[in-house]
């Protein structure tokens, strides 16, 4: 309830009616309702429901942060890892950048290599200012820019549902067991 009240005011906040798509079938606790535009590291415009059909974990970050961003890119690493190649098959990740000045595809392209992300199950990509306060406020991150150009910023990992609903969080970059036996229970097998 608090995440579907967080959402409603950050889309209130943020975009007022506008902020919502016309996906009828979607849950209405739905992240995916979020009308937001992102460019992937390919250079493609998708929208924030880019892994609908997949349960994913979601984070924001930006590619030039010098310890915290690279932490939580392992970590999201690390929790996949634990998963069976199948379940592993079935997870998509979604990492947003809040710095789309800088984040450009190719930077961001630079970023999957660098850490050896799998761009066949990950997406990297950036979102325009007010999208990406759409998208903070929905998934409850926090974040602000310093005078030295970087960026003060929460560390949240988010499991959504192939729907767009928030099954978890963890703010632990590891050994969160209760967070990875969520992920485990979502990926377990192929929803109808």
């Known amino acids: 309830m608090k995440r579907l009240v967080v959402l409603l005011a950050g889309v ?7 902020g919502l798509c016309a996906k009828t079938d979607l849950p209405s606790d739905s992240l995916y309702h979020l009308q937001a535009r992102l460019l992937t590291q390919s250079a493609k415009s998708v929208g924030f429901d880019v892994n609908r059909g997949h349960p994913t974990l979601v984070s924001m970050f930006y590619a030039s942060c010098p310890a915290a961003c690279p932490m939580l890119i392992t970590s999201m690493q690390v929790y996949e890892s634990h998963l069976a190649p199948a379940a592993r098959n079935r997870l998509r990740v979604l ?64 499991l959504v549902d192939r729907h767009g609903r928030v099954i978890a969080t963890t703010t632990t970059l590891v050994n969160d067991s209760r967070f990875l036996a969520k992920l485990e229970e979502a990926t377990a097998r192929d929803e109808p």
């Open 12 to 18: 209130l906040l943020y975009g007022g009616g506008s």
């Open 95 to 158: 990492l947003v950048s809040f710095d789309a000045a800088r984040d450009t595809p190719s930077q961001l392209e630079q970023v999957a290599g660098l850490h050896r992300i799998d761009l066949s199950r990950w997406t990297l990509a950036s979102a325009p200012e007010n999208d990406a306060r759409k998208i903070a406020a929905g998934l409850g991150f926090s974040y602000r820019a310093l005078p030295d150009g970087s960026f003060d910023h929460s560390l949240l990992i988010t």
